[in-house]
């Protein structure tokens, strides 16, 4: 994809359906997909009664009571800082909406169970009026965003086993705009101040997650996420193609991410018939080594706590709500070498905080109540 550049650099990442730029706060990854699973830390592969189980854990859909449909919209608020020299430079305010859909379909006269659902995955973006290392004073400002149109089929095998897929399609998007100068080129030349096509190419990582949860009566579940996310293939690089970087057009901005693990760990409580309480806490270890952080993509948060409350208005239809808080984190770039070299001695922090609102409706239930189960929110 090619976009005009002004005197800006704008970047459209290649190759991969719905955009939900955002900061997420795992990496590039949203912490949860629902507001059910914010308030309980992000577990979820284990839990069962969601209809986002399409995009999490398939197999899961053969446990709903009834057909369901399921909408969140998250609003993540992220304060984003640069220091260098003493002097911090804040980045503008921003608020970016994160959506997720989910509807499944459960058939009363059959083992199977048909789902379809949206989800923005994450992204991480920074806007400032000036920044440090970039030259000229003017905007500069970056956005990643990725998401997914998910469908899936899971077979009930017996009461207790049940077998799931789920293929989908992907989109990403990447923008990037900052006045360039000697500093962002890879043989030392100055790009002139006006316009130029440019396209960039990066990948979205890998995740294998295994999740657990366990009744430990019939008003409280405590679960648990254990996930690795394969940062070091995908951010191992942002291939730059561009007319502005001289004969061969092409330039490789180093990144040199990390692979992660991320833990989450969730309880939901029965507080009353209708009234759910959540709690949940979530770490992933900071992916963006020392060498390339930069204060246009600080993906860099690592501890969450989270809070959830889940209300039934009556027997179909929930209404579900989160708060996640991302501890604040900071890190320094030390190469001095690299495409990236005039941020050297930057220091780039970020903190966020997610709110979560959900809202679940179960279709008239036409099952047997011996076939699915009495957990599904």
Not at 186 to 204: E, F, V, Y
């Amino acid at each position: 994809m090619k976009k005009q550049l002004s005197t800006s650099f704008k970047l459209i990442a290649l190759g991969l359906l719905i955009s939900g730029s955002a900061y997420a706060t795992n990496g590039m990854l949203s912490t949860a997909r629902t507001a059910r699973s914010a308030g309980m830390g992000g577990a979820s592969v284990g839990v069962i009664g969601f209809a986002s189980a399409v995009d999490t854990n398939p197999a899961n859909l053969s446990y709903l009571n009834s057909s369901t449909l399921n909408f969140t919209m998250s609003v993540l608020d992220p304060t984003v800082e640069a220091t260098q020299g003493g002097d911090t430079k804040k980045a503008k305010s921003q608020q970016y909406p994160i959506p997720t859909f989910s509807y499944a379909y459960v058939n009363p006269n059959s083992n199977w169970t048909y789902g379809i659902g949206a989800y923005a995955q994450g992204g991480m973006g920074a806007s400032y009026d000036d920044i440090y290392g970039m030259g000229p004073v003017g905007t500069h400002e970056s956005e990643v965003g990725y998401g997914t149109l998910n469908l899936a089929a899971s077979y009930a095998i017996t009461p207790q086993w049940s077998v799931g897929i789920a293929p989908f399609m992907s989109y990403s998007s990447m923008e990037m705009k900052t006045p360039i100068n000697v500093k962002m080129m890879r043989d030392g030349s100055p790009i002139p101040n006006n316009k130029h096509d440019g396209s960039a190419k990066m990948a979205w990582p890998s995740e294998l997650t295994l999740g657990t949860s366990y009744h430990i009566t019939n008003k409280l579940i405590f679960a648990t996420d254990v996930k690795w996310v394969g940062w070091k293939s995908a951010m191992e690089k942002m291939e730059i193609s561009s007319d502005a970087l001289g004969p061969n057009g092409t330039m490789d901005m180093p990144l040199n991410w990390d692979d992660q693990m991320v833990y989450s760990v969730g309880m939901e409580y029965l507080a009353a018939d209708t009234l759910r309480i959540r709690l949940g806490y979530n770490y992933g270890k900071n992916p963006v080594p020392t060498s390339t952080i930069m204060p246009l993509f600080p993906a860099i948060v690592e501890h969450h706590i989270t809070a959830g409350l889940g209300y039934d208005v009556n027997p179909n239809f929930t209404i579900n709500g989160a708060i996640v808080y991302g501890f604040n984190n900071s890190s320094t770039k030390t190469d001095t070498a690299d495409a990236l070299a005039g941020f050297s001695g930057t220091e780039s922090s970020l903190q966020t905080t997610t709110y979560s609102l959900g809202f679940t409706y179960r279709f008239p239930n036409d099952l047997n109540g011996d076939k699915r189960n009495e957990y599904c929110y």
